[in-house]
C-alpha cells in the first residue's frame, strides 16, 4: 500500500512549459481569426500539459510522476529493471529501463541526489521482496 508522504521528491528540471505556453498562444490567435488554429492550439496545449512532468515522487514501493492534473504515473518498483544516469550534450538524464523494454527519461533538478535516493529505495524493495 502507498504511503501518503514520499521517501524523496523532486520537480522537474525546467518549471517552464514553452509549448504549453506555445499552444495557447495559437489558440489566441485562432480565437481572433480561425476557428481551426483555436482547436489546433487547445489540442496542442492541452498535450503537452498531460506528456510534460512536474514532479518526481519516490515511495517505498513505487515511483510516481505527476504531470498536468489530473494526470499520475505509477511506476511500480517490480517493472523496473535498471536506473542509470545518462549522460549526454543536452544536459544529463535519469534513464529508466522497465522489464518490459520500455524506457523513461527522468529530468528531476538535482538528478544525482534523487538517483541516489531512487536506487536506495529500490535496493531496499528487492531485499524485502526478493526480486531483482
Known amino acids: 500500500m502507498q504511503q501518503t508522504e514520499p521517501l524523496h521528491a523532486d520537480r522537474h528540471r525546467s518549471s517552464f512549459n514553452l509549448t504549453l505556453i506555445l499552444g495557447l498562444g495559437v489558440a489566441v490567435v485562432g480565437l481572433l481569426r480561425d476557428p481551426f488554429l483555436l482547436i ?13 512532468p512536474a514532479q518526481y515522487m519516490v515511495f517505498n514501493d513505487r515511483l510516481v510522476i505527476a504531470y498536468g492534473k489530473p494526470r499520475v504515473r505509477n511506476v511500480l518498483f517490480q517493472q523496473i529493471d535498471e536506473v542509470q544516469i545518462l549522460t549526454l550534450v543536452i544536459g544529463n538524464r535519469l534513464l529508466v529501463r522497465l522489464k518490459s523494454g520500455r524506457r523513461l527519461l527522468l529530468q528531476p533538478r538535482d538528478i544525482e541526489q534523487f538517483q541516489g535516493r531512487f536506487q536506495s529505495a529500490l535496493d531496499s524493495y528487492r531485499r524485502t521482496h526478493g526480486s531483482g
Not at 489546433?40 to 510534460?52: C, I
Request: no cysteine; aromatic share 30%; charged share 0%.
Open 40 to 52: 489546433l492550439g487547445l489540442a496542442f496545449a492541452a498535450w503537452s500539459w498531460f506528456t510534460t
